[in-house]
């Protein structure tokens, strides 16, 4: 499944790195930890988190993750979303919780496991 159908199916705000939409999503990761999302994520997954700095792109950026889903309505800072557009990694938002999205993402068919 590509970016754009989880953004359009979840209703997801797009914040930054929307030509990367066309990117498909392999899974999800939820996690806050950075340390555990580079030793446990995998390419292609979609991250679910709260974290807001601009050290959520490098990361993923790292583990060539489809994009990061901020939860809970957060918002990146704004050196965030600079770099994620310098980086091309797409940013969107939302104001569910992570085990919401997590319920949505499981129904539109995408899973942690492969």
Do not use: F
Request: hydrophobic share 40%.
């Amino acid at each position: 499944m590509k970016l754009k159908d989880v953004v359009e199916g979840l209703n997801l705000e797009v914040r930054s790195g929307g030509e990367g939409l066309n990117a498909e999503v392999a899974g999800g990761y939820v996690s806050d930890l950075l340390s555990d999302v580079i030793a446990h994520s995998r390419k292609g997954d979609l991250w679910i988190t709260l974290q807001i700095h601009q050290n959520i792109v490098a990361v993923a950026t790292l583990k060539e993750l489809a994009g990061i889903i901020l939860i809970n309505g957060k918002k990146p800072a704004e050196e965030t979303v600079s770099k994620a557009a310098q980086e091309g990694v797409p940013i969107v938002t939302s104001p569910m919780t992570a085990y919401e999205i997590v319920c949505q993402l499981h129904e539109l068919g995408i899973s942690g496991k492969r």
